[in-house]
Structure formats: structure tokens, C-alpha cells
């Protein structure tokens, strides 16, 4: 009968429908999941380009201060010397001997100075300060998008007929 075959033609039209949603459905998911994966490890590549830059950069101005302060510390036990053999050359030697050592001494001491006072005019004493500019876009981000996407729905025309019975009924005369 008409009416029982249009019935099973128009089930099996839906029932291809239902499957076809549900496979584009797992699809879409897949597609969504992987666009988050791909922002993610974006993401997470520049999280650490970044840091890598900012171990980078405090390694080296440490490097400079240590280096710095390991030259001052050597400039200081050098001055703490003169000023002990200042004093023993004062107790021990003659006038001659302590007037010629501290013309010496003197030389020494000038050298010494003119490291002290390079280091003020030259960026060596500056605060070295460091910090990060975050990109604007990664900032704004969450305020600008407010969605993943959009789920859109169309309807197509099935592509079957359904045999009216009259039709039939009109041939049959």
C-alpha cells in the first residue's frame, strides 16, 4: 500500500537525518577541540618564548652586577693593602723611603680612583630595572571575544516525494 511505503521512505529520510546531525555534530566538536588545541600550544609557545627571554635578560644584568662586584671587592682588599703598607712603611722607613713608596702609592691609588669614577659616569651604577609590556590583543582577549563560534541551522528540501493518493486514484479511471 501507498500510505505504508511513503511512511517508510519518510522514516528512513529522518532517521538519515538524525545520523547525518549526529556525525556532523561529532565533527564540529572535533573541529572545535582542535582549534583549542592549536590556541593553546600558540599560546603556550609564546608563554615560553617569553620566559625564556626573561631568564635570558636576568642572567644577564646579574652577570654584569656579579661582575662588577667581584672587580670592587678585588679593588677594595687592593686599597685595604696600600693602606696597611702605608702605615708599616710610616712605622719602619725613613723619610726618603716613605716619601718615594707613597709617590708610588699615590700612582696606585689614582688608578684606582679613576675605576671608581668610571663606573659613575658609565651605566655600571644605573638600577637596572626590568619588566614586561603584555601584549595588548592577549590582554584584551577575553573582553573582545565572547564566543567560540556560532552553531548555525538550514533547512534543505527533502529530496524524495511523497505519492499523493488521489494522484494515483486518478491514474486508476
Request: charged letters at 35%; aromatic letters at 4%; glycine letters at 2%.
Amino acid at each position: 500500500m501507498e500510505v505504508v511505503e511513503n511512511i517508510k521512505r519518510t522514516s528512513n529520510n529522518r532517521k538519515e537525518n538524525f545520523m547525518s546531525i549526529e556525525n556532523k555534530k561529532r565533527e564540529i566538536e572535533a573541529e572545535i577541540k582542535q582549534i583549542r588545541k592549536n590556541v593553546n600550544y600558540h599560546l603556550d609557545k609564546l608563554q615560553d618564548d617569553l620566559i625564556t627571554e626573561l631568564l635570558r635578560v636576568e642572567q644577564k644584568e646579574k652577570s654584569k652586577i656579579e661582575k662588577l662586584l667581584t672587580s670592587l671587592k678585588k679593588k677594595k682588599t687592593v686599597i685595604t693593602e696600600v693602606q696597611e703598607n702605608i702605615a708599616s712603611i710610616k712605622q719602619h722607613a725613613s723619610e726618603l723611603q716613605t716619601f718615594v713608596t707613597m709617590k708610588d702609592i699615590e700612582k696606585d691609588i689614582a688608578g684606582e680612583d679613576k675605576f671608581i669614577q668610571s663606573i659613575t659616569t658609565n651605566d655600571s651604577k644605573n638600577q637596572v630595572k626590568i619588566s614586561c609590556q603584555i601584549n595588548k590583543s592577549l590582554q584584551q582577549i577575553t573582553a573582545s571575544i565572547q564566543k567560540f563560534g556560532e552553531i548555525n541551522v538550514s533547512s534543505d528540501p527533502c529530496d524524495f516525494s511523497i505519492q499523493k493518493r488521489k494522484d494515483r486514484q486518478a491514474r486508476l479511471w
